[in-house]
């Protein structure tokens, strides 16, 4: 009886432990910041201008490169009263062309804000690069808009043909089908 | 008699190899009736879906820069990659619309008593992963809508806590989180659906079809008419790929609330229209527990049975407003409205 009623207590409590850890808030001790660089591609051995905001006032972040092959501290950065900084961040000219997750990490290591990037070689950037795709770039600011990209789509006649086929003949079955149905019935 | 033709002997060894005597079985004659055959219905639209999803992935790039390129290469450079993507995303539509039409059915029959809840709980469980698998594939696209979309789960994941941090970017810096959600939506999602369907089809055999009158039919007198549905589903999925292209916004740029979500989310929009970023919590999480909770509050005949008829109308009523509503409703910006 005893045995029984402290497993009870034991399950009991470790079930209201649980509950506990996952209906509180956030287990991280840092305010979660916000990244935006200028642009997602940047170049190797270039630089890009880097917004931080919404982390904590005053505070010392490290601003690194992560990718599979390892992570790599660019700089040091610390916020103002408001949270918020702005750096010119140079992109060794060294880092291997892949995609990195560029991140703000605080001083006990906990990432506190990232966001995805390209690292390309120089000269295969052009004025046509990726980011062009990413909305309308007007004075530097990306505009973007929820209106359908006018693409030429492809087009095939025999595909074309061959679909138009395929949905007739389906509807055309199907109808014998239930036609026959009614028949047996 | 029986048939001595070469013909009939292949069929009768093809029928014992393959145990298709098996499907005579008995079923109830309104069995044969369309409002019984939604649910094999929307697993027509899930094979439509999965059939060319797996062609999608030989052209589709989850990587975040890749991605939405990749899209365009599908929509500009292979013409019948690009219908069977058009497929994709109408099939999407028909199997969310359809599973909801099955469930309005089968509440109204009140298919979820004993017992068959084990079955409706099945099914409430593959209306979540239909959900999941169709914001996930929206996500995919990597377009102004996708990037809103994943902005409001981020939102919702860090509401959730440590619950929820899976489906933000720092969970794991080696694989962004596009490519995590791909995942998802290719292997995570289609195993647990098919385990799912695989279950609530099981279930189904040995429990039977809700369907009243006494068993004069065969499941095998069943599939002609369902083979007949189901040949002009995919017959009309394949003609609206054709006559209404799907289509593709531009390249997602974080911060901006333009768009709307795919149809079956509107409801949850409207939600979050009227309370804020809660609305996206709490409308799931009504109707979701509702529908857990029904075949236990509808246990018997009397007030409480009524009570959960008339709430699940009210419910669906509501759904359906709501998704009108939120579809006729200027654009409004919720990310900035919190809790």
Known sequence: ?185 | MLDESPTGGALRWFRTRFALDAMDYPVSARANRLDFMIGALTLVAIVVLAVTGIVLTQFYNPSPLGAHESIRYIMTTTPGVTILRDAHVWSASAALALVFAHLAAVFWRRGFRTPREGLWWTGVLLLAILFALAFTGTVLRADQEAVEALAHATAGAGYAGPLGAILTPDFTPATPLLARLYGLHVSVLPLVLLSLVALHLWLIRHLGVSAPGPASATFRSHLRPLGGFSLILVGLLAAAALSWPANLLPPGVAGSELTKPFWPFLWIYAAENLFGMSGMLVAPAVLFGFLALAPITDRQDGTSAKITRVAGVVLFVLMIAAIVYAAVAPGQSHLDMGM
Do not use: C
């Not at chain 1, 010119?88 to 990490?105: C, K």
């Open chain 1, 1 to 185: 009886m005893r045995a029984g009623m402290s497993k009870t207590m034991i399950v009991s409590a470790l079930m209201v432990a649980s509950g506990a850890v996952a209906f509180s808030g956030p287990a991280w001790a840092h305010e979660k910041g916000v990244l935006q660089p200028a642009s997602r591609t940047l170049v190797a051995g270039g630089t890009v201008e880097l917004l931080g905001k919404e982390f904590g006032k005053n505070v010392q972040l490290s601003l690194m490169l992560i990718g599979t092959r390892g992570r790599r501290e660019l700089l040091k950065v610390r916020t103002d009263s408001t949270g918020r900084f702005t750096v010119e961040l140079s992109i060794p000219p060294e880092t291997i062309e892949a995609e990195y997750r560029l991140a703000a990490m605080a001083a006990d290591g906990d990432v506190v804000a990232s966001v995805d990037v390209v690292v390309v070689a120089g000269a295969l950037v052009s004025p046509s690069g990726m980011d062009e795709h990413a909305g309308h770039e007007e004075g530097g600011a990306q505009m973007t808009t929820a209106e359908p990209l006018a693409l030429e789509r492809a087009r095939s006649g025999i595909v074309t043909i061959g679909a138009v086929v395929f949905a007739v003949v389906s509807i055309l079955a199907g109808g014998l089908l239930l036609r026959h149905r009614v028949a047996d019935e």
